[in-house]
Nanobody, 111 residues
Framework: QVQLVESGGGLVQAGGSLRLSCVVS????????VGWYRQAPGKQRDMVAF???????TYIDSVKGRFTISRDNAKKTVYLQMNNLKPEDTAVYYC?????WGQGTLVTVSS
């Protein structure tokens, strides 16, 4: 069974950077896609970035050019590098794989 544990959230000023990590337990990590989603207070959970097992990526328009999703199959870890952060990026960020969600990590961007 897949389990996901995120880390790397925190408080950062606008224009700053953070890198989120998601360690994935379970087998065959390199055979399935993984994604990062976020949920701001009072809003629905939306996909931010997704990375297929073949290496294709998808990003929402608001983060293109600022965020990068990547994976290290040997470490069973998914990353989300977030640069030039904006206050509207403030949310709880969740890792997702094979129908399973992580517990979330809070990212707060101050203006």
């Amino acid at each position: 069974q897949v389990q996901l544990v995120e880390s790397g959230g925190g408080l950062v000023q606008a224009g700053g950077s953070l890198r989120l990590s998601c360690v994935v337990s379970g087998s065959f990590f390199n055979t399935y896609g993984v994604g990062w989603y976020r949920q701001a207070p009072g809003k629905q959970r939306d996909m931010v970035a997704f990375l297929t097992s073949g290496g294709s990526t998808t990003y929402i328009d608001s983060v293109k050019g600022r965020f990068t999703i990547s994976r290290d199959n040997a470490k069973k870890t998914v990353y989300l590098q977030m640069n030039n952060l904006k206050p509207e990026d403030t949310a709880v960020y969740y890792c997702y794989a094979r129908g399973v969600w992580g517990q979330g990590t809070l990212v707060t961007v101050s203006s």
